[in-house]
């Protein structure tokens, strides 16, 4: 259970991340079309069955701390004020986060049919499905730690190239 709200946490950390670059005037994405009701309710099932949910549900109190540190950082005398303020914004926008799961929801209607959304639903719904939500959070963990343990080794074998071709020529690094 560590494993999954570590990936989960990373995975707010990405979405919170996205949050900002979108906040600071990032390239936006091209406007989805819009989709089918049917469609939109076959993705929010995907998404509620692999509960992308855990991934936003702290994004609106995430966006409040990091903007009131921000605000804290030019105005220290006011730290007792944004602290109070922080809060009431935090309450007022409480829910808020839901608009990312809809936003997902228009997403995979844009990249799926609504046929393959709902073979989607049926699949997830399936012994193998149920295996795959259950089971891919930890292959995605292991999987991330081959590849950081891999690019630690592929680092110093690099190094290591380096090392030998600046000696070829003379230099000691």
């Given at each position: 259970m560590k494993s999954l709200a570590r990936i989960l946490s990373a995975a707010g950390l990405a979405v919170g991340l996205a949050l900002t670059c979108v906040a600071a005037g990032a390239q936006q994405p091209p406007p989805?079309?819009?989709a089918s009701p049917a469609a939109i309710a076959a993705a929010k099932e995907?998404?509620?069955m692999k509960n992308a949910s855990a991934m936003y549900a702290s994004a609106v109190p995430?966006?409040?701390q990091r903007t009131k540190d921000q605000l804290?950082?030019?105005n220290l005398n006011y730290q007792k004020d944004l602290n109070e303020v922080a809060a009431v914004v935090a309450q007022k926008l409480a829910g808020r986060e839901k608009e990312i799961g809809d936003g997902m929801a228009n997403v995979y209607a844009n990249e799926f049919t609504e046929q393959e959304l709902k073979d989607l639903v049926t699949f997830y719904k399936s012994p193998l499905g149920q295996k795959l939500l259950?089971?891919?959070p930890r292959a995605i963990q292991f999987s991330m730690s081959y590849m950081n343990q891999?690019?630690?080794n592929f680092a110093e074998t690099v190094n290591g190239e380096f090392?030998?071709?600046m000696r070829k020529r003379g230099k000691q690094i």
């Open positions: 989805l079309k819009p995907i998404l509620a995430n966006i409040v804290l950082q030019n259950t089971a891919e891999w690019a630690q090392r030998a071709e």
